[in-house]
């Protein structure tokens, strides 16, 4: 079962034994705590739930939660990840790490894409300014006519200026091109979702 949690280090290069240089985002990837595993019969699907990182001040709820691995840990992060099946050496407090992966596995990762705060059309949607001459009065960013006369409302899903970025991203399809297992890196090839520190999930795909 190829899952675990990290957060983004940063992008690099490295060169291969043929001379090619290849770009990879390095994640600091485990080791993962399993606190909770659900089955079809009991929770309707099944999942396995890791812990990572090292958090602070958690809340009873949670602390409660987390002592039901057996284990001494206070994590940071807690996400859960749906399989099809569940290993027998998957339980309650043992461990996930990078070594479940192995150089050339094809990945999913999922992250938060960095957010850009309030945009306009512009920038958000990629729309083109209008003329600055001929009676146009400099107002070239402005997002212009939004409706019709009839049927007199504005469509939802109208392009308009509003929040951009910070979104749920998955990308498809990130092959393994480095594995440190004693420092608890891996190496992705091509570019990952989300700022530097930022939490991704990465899932392996048969």
Do not use: W
Request: a positive charge.
């Amino acid at each position: 079962m190829k899952i675990i949690l990290g957060t983004k280090i940063g992008m690099t290069q490295i060169i291969g034994k043929d001379g090619v240089v290849t770009p990879v985002t390095i994640l600091q990837a485990g080791p993962c705590t399993v606190t909770q595993t659900k089955s079809l019969d009991s929770d309707g699907y099944s999942a396995v739930q890791l812990a990572y990182g090292q958090g602070k001040n958690l809340s009873k709820a949670v602390s409660g939660h987390v002592k039901k691995s057996g284990t001494d840990i206070n994590p940071k992060f807690i996400r859960e990840f749906r399989v099809e099946t569940i290993p027998a050496e998957v339980t309650l407090g043992s461990q996930i790490d990078v070594n479940n992966f192995a150089i050339g596995d094809k990945v999913q990762v999922t992250g938060t894409s960095k957010g850009k705060g309030f945009a306009g059309t512009v920038k958000r949607h990629n729309f083109q300014e209008s003329r600055n001459t001929h009676g146009f009065k400099g107002d070239i960013r402005k997002v212009g006519s939004i409706g019709s006369m009839y049927p007199q409302k504005v469509f939802k899903g109208k392009r308009m200026p509003g929040r951009m970025g910070h979104d749920r991203v998955t990308v498809k399809n990130l092959v393994v091109s480095y594995i440190d297992a004693e420092h608890n890196l891996i190496g992705l090839k091509g570019a990952v979702p989300g700022p530097n520190k930022g939490l991704v999930m990465v899932e392996g795909k048969e």
